[in-house]
C-alpha cells in the first residue's frame, strides 16, 4: 500500500527535506532557513533527483527572495537573479533544475511588471512579489506530485501482470516532490492489483538504488531484489526481466536522454535481449533548445564517491578516478517515453514535444 514519503516542503519560513545521505539508516529531515543551505544540499545529494532538485530550487530562491532587504523593485530584482544564478551553479545536467529557475523569474517578472510605476508604494509591492514567489515555490511542488500521478497513469498499461522489472538509480517519490516518475508506474500499476517483482540496480558510485529505491519499495511492501550493477546482464540472460523501466534528468528534442551513469549500459543489454526499455519523465525534463544529446553537459562529481564506499577508502591512493555522474542513452534504444501529457514512441520524428 502506498505510504507517501515527504520529500521536501515549506513550513513556516523554511524549506524541509528529508536527508537522503542518511537514508536508509537514519531517517531525519534537515531544515534550511538560509538559501545558500539549499544550495549545499543540492550539491551534497541531501536532495536529488533531477525533479526534486528542481522543486527544492524553487523553494530555495522563494526563501533568498524572501530575507533580500532592498528598498526598491530594482534592487530587489538584482539580489533575486543573483540567488537564481548560484542555484544555475549546481547541477548542470538537471533539466528540472533550470525550467524551475525559469518559472520563477517569470513569476518575479510578473510581479514587478504589475508595480511599475507605483514606486509609492515600492515596500508593499516588494512584499506582494516576496509572497508571490513562495507561493509559486509551493505551486510547483503541488504540480509535480499531480504531474507524477498522471504520469503512472499514463505508464501502468505498459507493466504486464506479473512483469519483473529492473530499474536503476533512485526515480522514485525521493527523487521527486511525492509519488515518483519511474516508480510512480510502478506505483500505479501495483495500486491496480498487478504483481509485480522489481529488481534494483545498486548503483554505484552512490547507491541510490540500494539506499533509496530499496527503501521506497521495501516501505510500501512492494516486491524487490536488489542486485550489483553488474548482474543486470546475466538475470536479461536468464529470462528474467520482462522491461526495464528508469527516469530522467533531461531528454533533448530527438528523444536522446540523460540519467544515472549506468543506465546506457542497461539500454544496450535490453536492446540485446528484445526487452523495452522505458523512461518515464515530465515535460520539465525535456530541453527543446538541445536537438539531440551530444551537447548535454555531463556533470562529473567527486573522486571520493569512487574511491570510498561511505568513509571507507576501497582503492588505492592518488589513483586516477572519472566519475561522469550520468550517460546519455540513444532514442533509438527507448521503446517509449511516458510522461504526464501521454506515451511518446520513437521515432519521435519532428521532435518529441511535437509527439504529443
Ligand atoms: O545524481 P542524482 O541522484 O540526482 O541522479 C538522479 C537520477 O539520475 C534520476 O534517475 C533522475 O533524476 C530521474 S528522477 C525522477
Given at each position: 500500500m502506498e505510504k507517501a514519503i515527504r520529500t521536501l516542503f515549506w513550513k513556516d519560513g523554511a524549506v524541509v527535506m528529508i536527508d537522503q545521505r542518511a537514508l536508509p539508516l537514519t531517517e531525519r529531515y534537515v531544515y534550511c532557513s538560509d538559501y545558500r543551505q539549499v544550495i549545499a544540499a543540492i550539491n551534497d545529494l541531501t536532495i536529488r533527483g533531477a525533479p526534486a532538485i528542481g522543486v527544492a530550487a524553487a523553494m530555495g530562491i522563494a526563501l533568498g527572495a524572501l530575507h533580500i532587504e532592498s528598498s526598491t523593485p530594482a534592487a530587489l530584482s538584482d539580489a533575486f537573479h543573483e540567488i537564481c544564478a548560484q542555484f544555475a551553479?549546481?547541477?548542470?545536467?538537471?533539466r528540472n533544475l533550470f525550467w524551475a529557475i525559469e518559472r520563477m523569474k517569470r513569476r518575479c517578472e510578473e510581479c514587478l511588471e504589475v508595480s511599475r510605476g507605483e514606486d509609492d508604494q515600492g515596500q508593499q509591492r516588494i512584499a506582494a512579489v516576496k509572497k508571490a514567489l513562495v507561493a509559486e515555490a509551493i505551486r510547483i511542488a503541488e504540480e509535480d506530485i499531480a504531474v507524477n500521478r498522471r504520469i503512472g497513469e499514463n505508464g501502468r498499461g505498459l507493466i504486464p501482470d506479473g512483469a519483473r522489472i529492473l530499474t536503476h538509480c533512485n526515480a522514485g517519490a525521493l527523487a521527486t516532490?511525492?509519488?515518483?516518475t519511474a516508480l510512480g508506474v510502478i506505483r500505479a500499476a501495483c495500486a491496480e492489483g498487478k504483481k509485480l517483482h522489481v529488481y534494483v540496480d545498486e548503483t554505484r558510485p552512490v547507491l541510490q538504488g540500494a539506499r533509496l529505491t530499496a527503501w521506497e519499495l521495501r516501505r510500501e511492501g512492494i516486491p524487490c531484489t536488489l542486485i550489483a550493477d553488474s548482474m543486470a546482464g546475466f538475470l536479461m540472460q536468464q529470462g528474467k526481466i520482462e522491461l526495464v523501466i528508469v527516469g530522467a534528468d533531461r531528454i533533448a528534442a530527438n528523444g536522446d536522454a540523460a540519467n544515472k551513469i549506468g543506465t546506457y549500459t542497461l539500454a544496450v543489454l535490453a536492446k540485446a535481449h528484445g526487452i523495452p526499455f522505458y523512461i518515464a519523465a515530465p515535460l520539465?525534463?525535456?530541453?527543446?533548445?538541445?536537438?539531440?544529446?551530444?551537447g548535454m553537459t555531463i556533470e562529473e562529481r567527486n573522486p571520493e564517491e569512487v574511491t570510498h564506499v561511505g568513509s571507507v577508502r576501497i582503492a588505492p591512493e592518488g589513483i586516477p578516478v572519472w566519475n561522469p555522474a550520468f550517460d546519455v542513452t540513444p532514442h533509438?534504444?527507448?521503446?517509449a517515453i511516458i510522461t504526464e501529457a501521454g506515451v511518446i514512441r520513437p521515432p519521435?520524428?519532428?521532435?518529441i514535444l511535437g509527439c504529443i
Open positions: 551553479a549546481t547541477r548542470p545536467t538537471a516532490a511525492g509519488y515518483g520539465s525534463t525535456i530541453d527543446p533548445a538541445l536537438p539531440d544529446g551530444g533509438a534504444l527507448i521503446a519521435f520524428a519532428g521532435g
